[in-house]
């Protein structure tokens, strides 16, 4: 059975980074893309970073240059560093599977990101 599991979430101020981890089971991870999501109170769940199985990256206009996804084949995981924060990228962020088998459309729990301005 699918499983993500998010973490590395919290409170931080502008300007600041964190590190977001996703830890996958239960499907072939390698041959996944997987993408990091985020949603606002009020406001639509948005794709902000992809990552194919051969490692090729893709951003929202939002982030791009102050984030990268990154992942370990060998570990099941998929992460997002998260530099030069704004109050604006306050969200719960999920990890996902991109595309796939329809099982695959699951949801964790998310990771909570406050940044204070």
């Known amino acids: 059975q699918l499983r993500l599991v998010e973490s590395g979430g919290g409170l931080v101020q502008a300007g600041g980074s964190l590190r977001l981890s996703c830890a996958a089971s239960?499907?072939?991870?390698?041959?996944?893309?997987m993408g990091w999501y985020r949603q606002a109170p009020g406001k639509q769940r948005e794709l902000v970073a992809a990552?194919?199985?051969?490692?090729?990256?893709d951003y929202a206009d939002s982030v791009k240059g102050r984030f990268t996804i990154s992942r370990d084949n060998a570990k099941n995981t998929v992460s997002l560093q998260m530099n030069s924060l704004k109050a604006e990228d306050t969200s719960v962020y999920y990890c996902k599977v991109i595309g796939g088998l329809p099982q695959y459309n699951y949801w964790g729990q998310g990771t909570q990101v406050t940044v204070s301005s």
């Open positions: 990552i194919g199985s051969g490692g090729n990256t």
């Open positions: 239960g499907f072939t991870f390698s041959i996944n893309a």
